[in-house]
């Protein structure tokens, strides 16, 4: 099924990008909000019907009452304060209970809410981008053990885009949170830059299902738990090599800023392709002389003869004439077959 995920963003959400206290590089913090405007005008060009932002709670309103893996907002609005800073967004509440329901119909059961709150984790990377439309946040519990896992994170977000596909609409994805940062901790002046651009150059190349292999210990260790966000939206892009990537560390927080502007990714060729309709009849042929000897006899005696039996086109009839390797290989025929005939046919030879 062809994706309806348009593009998307992996954006920092640090409070200092707000509040910008003395100890804070205003260098760096500008870099960062250049770099999100520009992702956010590359974004808006793309016309999107829908904008959705996987963002984790700061231990806020879902702390005591429910920490549910995953939350989706359906209220109409959703509003916050931080910094001296109002938020106000308004919210697909209909897509946002069209997404539950579909959601369940994959097997995911999140919680939804028509009254969540909007805080930094939101508001920041929404104002970097100059993002002012409708917008549908879905939140990650990231801070609360029991998480989610990695896997499961990415998992929803495949869940997502097939549900937006399913429901027409073009959609782009943003994810708060990352990389590097110990708030509250004794670590707090130590993030993992070596750590942080090892994974970073993973999702530079497009590989994004990298980030399953990340596990609760390790994002923990590394002070990656909001990693968990940057995962679900991995699930909705799909392994496609970002158009922006840049770092920008600090003292405190490593400053990640990923852009996707284009379609999933071309699949490769594999190297064991899937077996095309119109190659049927020729692989056939070549399974009979890997596996027959009554065949490879009958090739042996006429190659000719032999290849009129299986109603092949002119070239497929040339190159299994030919045992043409290169030929029979870059038709998209499964090598493996190939290899074991012309392999048996030289043992014959050789005899």
Known sequence: ????ILGGAMLPHAPQ???QPDTEDKATIAAVQQIGAEIGARLRALDPDLWIIFSNDHAEQFFHNAAPPFTIHVGGEATGHFAGRDFRWRIPGEIGLALVRALYDQGFDPAFSSTAKIDYAIGIPLTHLGHTAPVLPIYVNAYLPPQPSMERCYAFGQAVARAVTLLGLRTVVLSSGGMSHFPGTDRYSNPELDWDNAVLARLREGKLKSLIGLGAEELDDTGNIELRCWAC?????????PDIAQMNPSWHHNYASLGWFGGAATAKQPHYPETKPELVPLVTA????????PAREAYMADPAAFADRYGLTPAQHAALVGLDMPAIVAMGTHPLVPFLANMQMQRLRRG
């Not at 099924?1 to 309806?4: D, G, L, V, W």
């Not at 070549?286 to 000897?293: I, R, S, Y």
Request: a negative charge; proline letters at 0%; aromatic letters at 8%.
């Open 233 to 241: 939206a991995a699930g909705a892009l799909g392994d496609r090599v």
């Open 17 to 19: 990008f707000f509040t």
């Open 286 to 293: 070549l399974h009979a002389l890997a596996h027959e000897q």
């Open 1 to 4: 099924m062809q994706t309806t």
